[in-house]
T-cell receptor, first 115, second 113 residues
């Protein structure tokens, strides 16, 4: 198991609501990336945070936003939830965003269901 | 833009037989290639990566992968599969000037006893 933890494990929300997912990175890692994995698909990159700044973003609308804290833990916030937001949300931490060869280590994920 | 193709949705092998999971990639510049495995209701577990050097990379749990630049492939292999290797396998690529991993759609491996 990696040292990356995520909470909650499961979450059920209704359309239009807002949700916050949390991630604690592995000790010594300063970079956190978030991915969305829809059922039957590979993970899709949402965004990455490096030293509390957004470092890059995938093709996701602005209602997906995030934060990184001084201890390098991170939050993913999704506003105005849609049915298609139902997915497994994965957090990955890596040692340093500046080194492209670094491995990203994934947490167990948060399963979000939007009804 | 970078992308990964895993041409087989499913691979079925008998325990003890060799296992191969195929992956091809497209990327500008030098590729950094990764294999991850996902067990049901779990996150992704890192198996191995190719950065540079020897084209044959050895990883966790007896897995290895061969990088072939001319064929833009990075196939995952295991000489003798175990029932416990049954899982969902993802190949991913990262460009040398990018920060994100781009994943394939995944290949479900079933190893029968």
């Amino acid at each position: 198991e990696t040292g990356v933890t995520q909470s909650p494990t499961h979450l059920i929300k209704t359309r239009g609501q807002q949700v916050t997912l949390r991630c604690s990175s592995q000790s010594g890692h300063n970079t956190v990336s978030w991915y969305q994995q829809a059922l039957g698909q590979g993970p899709q990159f949402i965004f990455q945070y490096y030293r509390e700044e957004e470092n890059g973003r995938g093709n996701f609308p602005p209602r997906f936003s995030g934060l990184q804290f001084p201890n390098y833990s991170s939050e993913l916030n999704v506003n105005a939830l849609e049915l298609d937001d139902s997915a497994l949300y994965l957090c990955a931490s890596s040692l340093d965003s500046g080194r492209v060869t670094d491995t990203q280590y994934f947490g167990p994920g948060t399963r979000l269901t939007v009804l | 833009a970078q992308s990964v193709a895993q041409p087989e949705d499913q691979v079925n092998v008998a325990e003890g037989n060799p296992l191969t999971v195929k992956c091809t990639y497209s990327v500008s510049g030098n590729p950094y290639l990764f294999w991850y495995v996902q067990y049901p209701n779990r996150g992704l577990q890192f198996l191995l990566k190719y950065i540079t050097g020897d084209n044959l990379v050895k990883g966790s749990y007896g897995f290895e992968a061969e990088f072939n630049k001319s064929q833009t492939s990075f196939h995952l292999k295991k000489p003798s599969a175990l029932v416990s290797d049954s899982a969902l396998y993802f190949c991913a690529v990262r460009a040398s000037n990018d920060y994100k991993l781009s994943f394939g759609a995944g290949t479900t491996v079933t190893v029968r006893a």
